[in-house]
């Protein structure tokens, strides 16, 4: 259950995939060396997702490459009965591809932060964990990102 | 939550992730050198993937590449037993693409019992047309007597309903002789999942090169997660023996009172 999400967090941090597998074995052999220091009663979770992310971290920096996050939408991602017009459908390829193309535009630690929050569906508390940063970090660079987001997409979305 | 926070969210859904690697053989691999550096056997040989490299250790454990049979039995009885307090979560860790096999200590109430609810009962013909899959169909097993399709499923989920009968021992869980059950993986991951008690048994099997998950013994539970909400269990029901087998981007499903060598043939004359 919870080597999809390794995997991914690592490749938002990496965008690599090789890396991001490596970084993802490594956490969880480390996980599991370290499981005598895991507070009993915490959840899994975040703790294990900052361990991936701080290898993950370790791997980017050694590899010394800042690429975007590659993210392609995906063609096929619809129930077979919410088959939208072909242009319904390319309205909202549209969309989601101006949205995804504002975020790969994000610094950095923003496009983190929505990468690990919105697009992985991270709890706040495991955002934090994976970002290394402290949950009032991670809700200030989302706002920031959401602000950017919705003046790179003007009128397209509500506030 | 915003419109824009909504529409982020979506959009993680639609991305097309890069596909999660197998890692689970790799890290039992490692952890079991890292505690016996002695290797005792050779493993079986991985398939074939795109990134090779990937399968290789980092340079901080390339140490030893011989490596040490690890089932999961016995990674789950002699590694994580140590650690009980977060061994469930742990063992979280195994799956197939679009199933999980969760092992708790203690199990769930069991839930009272009540009908099988397997969606809106069609024609094979009719579901051919309306799933976004071509359906397989046990050869080994006669027609099935009732087909049923369950459209909430992102990409459909395809339920074959089979009569107790020769070969076919009614199943207490479903009182069918064979329960199919079949949906995309890729489009619904960790969709449904196994909740299994310590005395249930697990085994990985590989079924004509697919992955796959043979469960059988102490009764286990088998629950969909409802696809907006996808961290809420639902659908709680007690399971007999379940093959869970991963056949390219679909999760296939059989359940019945079979024995594992009978599910594996029906696995194999699925077409």
Redesign the interface.
């Known amino acids: 259950m919870h080597q999809t999400i390794a995997f991914r967090t690592a490749w938002v941090i990496t965008r690599n995939e090789p890396d991001a597998e490596e970084a993802a074995q490594d956490a969880f052999v480390k996980a599991h060396a370290a499981l005598g220091r895991f507070r009993e009663g915490a959840p899994f979770r975040p703790w294990l997702l900052a361990i991936v992310a701080n290898e993950a971290r370790n791997r980017l920096r050694s590899a010394g490459r800042r690429t975007g996050l590659a993210l392609r939408v995906a063609e096929e991602r619809r129930p077979d009965d919410a088959v939208p017009s072909p242009e319904a459908a390319l309205l909202d390829s549209e969309r989601r591809e101006r949205l995804r193309a504002a975020i790969e535009r994000l610094p950095d630690p923003a496009r983190e932060a929505v990468a690990c929050r919105y697009l992985l569906d991270l709890s706040e508390e495991e955002t934090a964990a994976a970002l290394d940063c402290p949950r009032g970090t991670v809700k200030s660079r989302l706002s920031r990102a959401l602000d950017r987001l919705r003046v790179e997409l003007g009128e397209e979305v509500q506030a | 939550m915003?419109?824009?926070?909504s529409?982020?969210?979506q959009?993680?859904?639609?991305?097309?992730?890069?596909a999660?690697?197998e890692?689970?053989p790799?890290?039992a691999r490692?952890?079991r050198e890292?505690e016996a550096p002695a290797p005792e056997a050779e493993s079986p040989a991985p398939a074939p993937r795109r990134?090779r490299?990937?399968l290789l250790?980092?340079a901080g454990?390339r140490r030893s590449l011989a490596i040490a049979v690890v089932a999961l039995l016995v990674l789950a009885g002699g590694?994580f037993a140590a650690?009980p307090?977060?061994r469930d979560?742990?063992l979280?860790?195994f799956?197939l693409q679009g199933a999980?096999v969760?092992r708790r200590q203690e199990l769930p109430p069991a839930p009272p019992p009540g009908p099988l609810t397997l969606g809106q009962r069609t024609t094979l013909a009719a579901a051919r047309d309306?799933?976004?899959f071509d359906p397989l169909v046990p050869e080994a097993a006669e027609p099935p007597d009732g087909v049923y399709v369950e459209?909430?499923?992102?990409?459909?989920l395809l339920s074959l309903a089979y009569r107790a009968r020769a070969g076919l021992p009614e199943a207490k869980s479903t009182g069918l002789g064979l329960l199919v059950t079949e949906f995309r993986g890729d489009?619904m991951?960790?969709y449904a999942?196994k909740i299994a008690g310590q005395a249930t048994r697990v085994e990985r099997l590989t079924v004509d090169g697919h992955r796959a998950l043979w469960l059988e013994g102490a009764p286990h539970f088998f629950f969909y997660r409802a696809p907006d909400q996808?961290f809420r269990e639902e659908r709680l029901r007690i399971a007999q023996n379940v093959l869970l087998l991963e056949d390219g981007r679909l999760l296939v499903r059989l359940e019945g009172a079979f024995d594992r060598e009978r599910a594996v043939e029906l696995a194999r004359s699925l077409r």
Do not use: K, Q, Y
């Not at chain 2, 915003?2 to 926070?5: D, K, R, T």
């Not at chain 2, 959009?11 to 890069?18: A, I, N």
């Open positions: 915003s419109e824009l926070e529409r982020l969210t959009l993680g859904r639609e991305l097309d992730w890069p999660t690697p890692l689970a790799v890290v490692r952890i890292a990134h490299r990937r250790p980092p454990f590694v650690v307090n977060v979560s742990v979280d860790f799956g999980t969760e309306s799933l976004a459209r909430a499923v992102p990409g459909g489009l991951p960790e999942g996808p």
